[in-house]
C-alpha cells in the first residue's frame, strides 16, 4: 500500500500579526500545503485571536486550503461568515456544542468541507456517529488556546484508535499542538495526515527559514511514514 501523503498546515497564530498578509504569502510560497487559521473567542479557550474580517483581508494572499480552525462557543451563527470570507475548511470543536451532527451538516451546505476538533481529554468515541460527516477529524495534542506548549504523548493512542475507527473513509487525521520534526515521526506513524505547526514553522522569520522548517518536519514525517510501511 502506498502510504498517503503527509501534508504540512502552518498556524499563522506564530507569524507576525502586523505584517500577516505578507507571512501567509511567505509561508506559502517556503511550501505550505494549507494555511492554518486559529479563532479563539475568550470562552470557549482562554484566548481572543481574529473573526472572518481578518480571513477575507488574508484570502488575497494565498490559494491554498484555507484551514479554518474554530475554537468558539457557539460556533453554528458564525459558520456562514467564515464561508463567504474565504474558509475552504471549517473544523469545530466536539465540545462546544450540544449539535454536533447539526453544526456539520450546516458547514457542508454551505459547500465547504467539515471538520471536528477534539480537546485532549475528549474520547474518539464522541464522534463515532457522525464520521458519514466528516471530511476532517482534528485530534488537539495540547490543551486549545495558544502556540508553543509541549506535545502530550498519550495523544498517540488516541491517534492510532482514531485511524483504526476511520477505516477506508477518505477523511483526514489532523494533529495540532507541539509538533516539530522531533513529534512529527511519532504522529504520523500513529496514523495522522495533516500536521499543523505554529512555532516550529514561523522561527526565523524569513522565507527560507520557513522552507526549512517545512521541509525538516515533512522529512521527518514521510521517513516514520515509509519505514513503518516497508
Ligand atoms: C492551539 C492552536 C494551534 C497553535 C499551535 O490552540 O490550535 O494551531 O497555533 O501552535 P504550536 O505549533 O506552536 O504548538
Ligand atoms: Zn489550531
Known amino acids: 500500500m502506498r502510504p498517503r501523503p503527509v501534508l504540512i498546515a502552518p498556524s499563522i497564530l506564530a ?16 511550501g505550505a500545503d494549507w ?12 484566548n481572543i485571536t481574529f473573526g472572518p474580517p481578518i480571513v ?7 490559494k491554498k486550503v484555507f484551514d479554518v480552525h474554530l475554537m468558539i462557543q457557539p460556533a453554528d451563527p458564525y459558520l456562514e461568515a467564515f464561508a463567504e470570507d474565504g474558509a475552504d475548511i ?7 456544542g450540544p449539535h454536533l451532527d447539526r453544526s456539520l451538516q450546516a458547514i457542508r451546505a454551505l459547500g465547504l468541507k467539515a471538520g471536528v476538533s477534539l480537546n485532549p481529554a475528549t474520547p474518539e468515541s464522541a464522534i463515532e456517529y457522525v ?14 488556546g495558544f502556540g508553543g506548549q509541549a506535545f502530550i504523548p498519550a495523544i498517540l493512542d488516541k491517534i ?9 473513509r477518505p477523511i483526514h487525521i489532523q494533529v495540532d499542538g507541539g509538533i516539530t520534526a522531533k513529534t512529527a515521526p511519532l504522529v504520523a506513524a500513529a496514523g495522522a495526515d495533516v500536521l499543523v505547526a505554529g512555532s516550529a514553522v514561523f522561527k526565523g522569520g524569513t522565507r ?13 514525517a514521510e ?8
Open 90 to 96: 471549517i473544523t469545530v470543536h466536539a465540545e462546544a
Open 131 to 144: 464520521l458519514d460527516k466528516l471530511d476532517l477529524i482534528l485530534l488537539m495534542t495540547v490543551n486549545p
Open 208 to 220: 527560507s527559514a520557513y522552507a526549512a522548517n517545512i521541509a525538516a518536519i515533512r522529512d521527518a
Open 56 to 62: 477575507k483581508a488574508i484570502r488575497p494572499a494565498s
Open 223 to 230: 521517513a516514520a511514514v515509509s519505514s513503518a510501511a516497508a
Open 15 to 30: 507569524s507576525d500579526f502586523a505584517r500577516l498578509g505578507e507571512e501567509v504569502r511567505t509561508v506559502d510560497e517556503a
Open 160 to 168: 492510532a484508535r482514531t485511524r483504526g475507527m476511520v477505516g477506508d
Open 35 to 46: 494555511i492554518h487559521l486559529d479563532v479563539m473567542d475568550g470562552h470557549f479557550v482562554p
